[in-house]
């Protein structure tokens, strides 16, 4: 079963312009959500993370919202840059279960010059 | 640099042989995790230790293994290989449990089964 789930496998976005990758997941006892980046060939990176309790949170050009009546969350990057082109994997965990992350397929974005 | 070490880093091997990918957590984490990345898949938990001890298992196939020493490092055995294992391997490590979800991730193991 498939709890946390990206279903736009690509996203392409100019430079300069906002992306917003979104994530769907169907546990609604999830209390943590999160958002990493991955470079080829490296490992994934914590990139931000949100609260249940919460319905926003930003760091810089990076916000995450979360919709828990929709079990939805998406991430908005304002403004793109080029440097952003990576795949973003959406993962969320459990208190009660809490050694365990549960991670999303990912998204790879560009952002095209 | 994330501080979390795996060897190798890319590992080719014929189907029914064994393999052992190492993972060296950050100095000071106690917990290590395991991930399977497959190709087009997202990341799949395998299996998780806390101070030697197992924590939590996931989608964990009965031909896999794994330990954590006293030194905290860890290894995942994968025994029987089929072409099916041909995955990127990731090892990750937190200081404790990480109900917040951040967790610190090596380069991983690509492992090649042919």
């Known amino acids: 079963d498939q709890q946390v789930k990206q279903n736009s496998p690509s996203l392409s976005v100019q430079e300069g312009r906002i992306s917003i990758l979104n994530c769907d997941y169907t546990?609604?006892?999830?209390?943590?959500f999160l958002w990493y980046k991955k470079y080829p060939a490296e490992g994934p990176t914590f990139l931000i993370s949100?609260?249940?309790?919460?319905d926003k949170n930003e760091d810089g050009r990076f916000t995450v919202f979360l919709n828990k009546s929709a079990k939805h969350l998406s991430l908005h990057i304002v403004p793109s840059q080029p440097g952003d082109s990576a795949v973003y994997f959406c993962?969320?965990?459990?208190?009660?279960?809490?050694?365990?992350?549960?991670f999303g397929p990912g998204t790879s974005l560009s952002v095209i010059p | 640099d994330s501080g979390v070490t795996q060897t190798p880093k890319h590992l080719i091997t014929a189907t029914g042989q064994r393999v052992t990918l190492r993972c060296s957590p950050r100095?000071?984490?106690?917990?290590v995790y395991w991930y399977q990345q497959s190709l087009d898949q997202g990341l799949q938990f395998l299996i998780q230790?806390?101070?030697?001890?197992?924590?939590a298992k996931g989608n964990i196939l009965e031909r896999f293994s794994a330990q954590q020493f006293p030194d905290l490092h860890s290894e995942l055995n994968l025994s029987s290989l089929e072409l099916g294992d041909s995955a990127l391997y990731f090892c990750?490590?937190?200081?404790?449990?990480?109900?917040?979800?951040?967790?610190?991730f090596g380069e991983g193991s690509r492992l090649t089964v042919l």
């Open positions: 990750a490590s937190s200081v404790g449990g990480t109900y917040t979800g951040e967790l610190f």
């Open positions: 546990n609604s006892m999830f209390d943590y």
């Open positions: 949100i609260s249940s309790i919460k």
């Open positions: 993962a969320a965990s459990l208190k009660t279960s809490y050694d365990k992350v549960i």
């Open positions: 100095s000071g984490d106690l917990s």
């Open positions: 230790y806390y101070n030697g001890e197992e924590r």
